[in-house]
């Protein structure tokens, strides 16, 4: 995997990747975080790859230019908690503050995207611990453990150890998404697949689970908007 630009204005960065199954040179634009990756078959020139994606400069940023534009943590941002919108402000002492419409985030302001990126990490764990005990004690079933993750591509997952994993952004979601997602993931610890007989289950320890599911596929891409810089 390498890193290269298209130069332009602005520039774009571009992410060239090999795969062995690939048979030609495919172009894909993430709507999460607008990562736009080159994958092209082993050898294949990169030059080459680079030549296709100017040719298809043009189709790259009118895509880019409608996907709504990132926000970065910053004294002034606003930004969900529980569906929430909260604004970011100055804080003091060591601890992060929720409460009243804001976030008070102490510290360098340069820092302050990591600092709340760590404590909605902890936000986030024990909320789908206590939600992953509930309705796991609901089915009746028990997990491993829990792992906390910032995912692209899944909200959740049930392994078939037992393990779940979750995306610690859903703590910017309104509660009964994070509640669904949790109850999503432990139905799987009876019903390792999506057939009728598992939906039963999420509907049994959960309830209703539609408006929660359209809310994660209308606008979970969202929460993947702020840039929580390191």
Not at 195 to 215: E, N
Request: net charge positive.
């Amino acid at each position: 995997m390498s890193e290269h630009i298209l130069q332009g204005a602005p520039d774009v960065p571009l992410t060239l990747r090999r795969s062995g199954r690939a048979r030609r040179i495919s172009l894909r634009i993430s709507q999460l975080d607008g990562r736009v990756t080159l994958t092209l078959p082993n050898g294949v020139p990169e030059d080459e790859a680079l030549a296709f994606a100017l040719q298809k400069e043009t189709w790259i940023r009118g895509h880019l230019d409608k996907r709504e534009v990132d926000v970065p943590i910053s004294i002034g941002s606003h930004v969900p908690v529980g569906g929430e919108a909260h604004e970011v402000v100055q804080g003091t002492g060591r601890r992060v503050v929720i409460g009243d419409g804001v976030i008070a985030v102490p510290g360098d302001e340069a820092r302050m995207g990591a600092r709340l990126k760590g404590h909605f990490k902890q936000m986030a764990r024990v909320r789908l611990v206590h939600s992953s005990d509930f309705y796991a004690e609901r089915l009746g079933k028990s997990y491993a453990r829990i792992s906390i993750r910032d995912t692209r591509s899944r909200w959740g997952s049930c392994s078939s150890a037992g393990t779940l994993m979750y995306s610690w952004r859903l703590i910017m979601a309104p509660d009964q998404v994070l509640n669904y997602v949790a109850a999503h993931e432990v139905a799987h610890l009876a019903e390792m697949n999506h057939s009728s007989a598992y939906w039963a289950q999420v509907t049994r320890i959960f309830g209703d689970y539609k408006p929660a599911r359209h809310w994660l596929r209308t606008q979970g891409n969202e929460l993947h908007r702020y840039r929580f810089a390191e």
